[in-house]
């Protein structure tokens, strides 16, 4: 069965550095999404994507953050002058058209010393 | 925008029980509501959805009830084992072709008991 992949499985950076999360959706998908799980808590929606823009983001989601699918099989989330509030795991998801539910990649466990 | 409450935080059950978790949601536009089930460190992994023209669902040991009116859905495991033991989070969405983004309650840790 086509997974979600992520990479990396585990990001250690300083704070005020920059990081870049990387995503392949399933291949077949159109639409794409991140979440984040800060540790003990629930999920919570960043942002969506569809059609090489935005649809929807969060509050979440202010200017520290951006997301681009540079080419036609990933999709990133960038996050500028990371702060220790940051520190999450963030899971992308995708799925196609109709009725089709969200599947979730294995996450990243972004850690900010 | 919405919200999603889910109770209760924790359920211990003895194996062979049936475990039930009720989550609520605030916007009536929202028709869409799948259940995942997140074992430790490991990704959200959905195990049954139900959409708003549709009052039940089943899938062997899993059924889904929705009550559109009361803008409340629960979740029902049968003859629990504990391989079942995970967090469950229910989660509610108005999507349309995309089903859009997931709105996610607060989680049940469920630990069967062998």
């Known amino acids: 069965e086509p997974e979600v992949t992520q990479t990396p499985s585990h990001q250690v950076t300083q704070m005020g550095q920059e990081v870049i999360l990387r995503c392949v959706p399933i291949s077949n998908h159109l639409y794409f999404y991140w979440y984040r799980q800060i540790l003990g808590q629930k999920v919570e929606f960043l942002v969506s994507f569809y059609n090489n823009e935005i649809s929807e983001k969060s509050e979440i989601f202010d200017d520290q953050f951006s997301v681009e699918r540079p080419d036609g099989s990933n999709f990133t989330l960038k996050i500028r002058s990371t702060k220790l509030e940051d520190s999450a795991m963030y899971f992308c998801a995708s799925n196609g058209l109709g009725n089709q539910p969200q599947h979730f990649g294995d996450g990243t466990r972004l850690s900010i010393l | 925008g919405e919200n999603v409450e889910q109770h209760p935080s924790t359920l211990s059950v003895q194996e062979g029980d049936s475990a039930v978790i009720k989550c609520t949601y605030s916007d009536s536009a929202s028709n869409y509501f799948p259940w995942y089930k997140q074992e430790l460190g490991k990704r959200p992994q959905l195990i049954i959805d139900?959409?708003?023209?549709?009052g039940e669902k089943k899938d062997q040991r899993i059924a889904v009830t929705l009550n559109k009116t009361a803008k409340h859905f629960s979740l029902h495991i049968t003859e629990t084992q504990p391989e079942d033991s995970a967090v469950y989070f229910c989660a509610a969405s108005k999507g349309g072709t995309s089903y859009g983004k997931l709105t996610f309650g607060q989680g049940t840790i469920l630990t069967v008991h062998p």
């Open positions: 139900i959409r708003s023209n549709v």
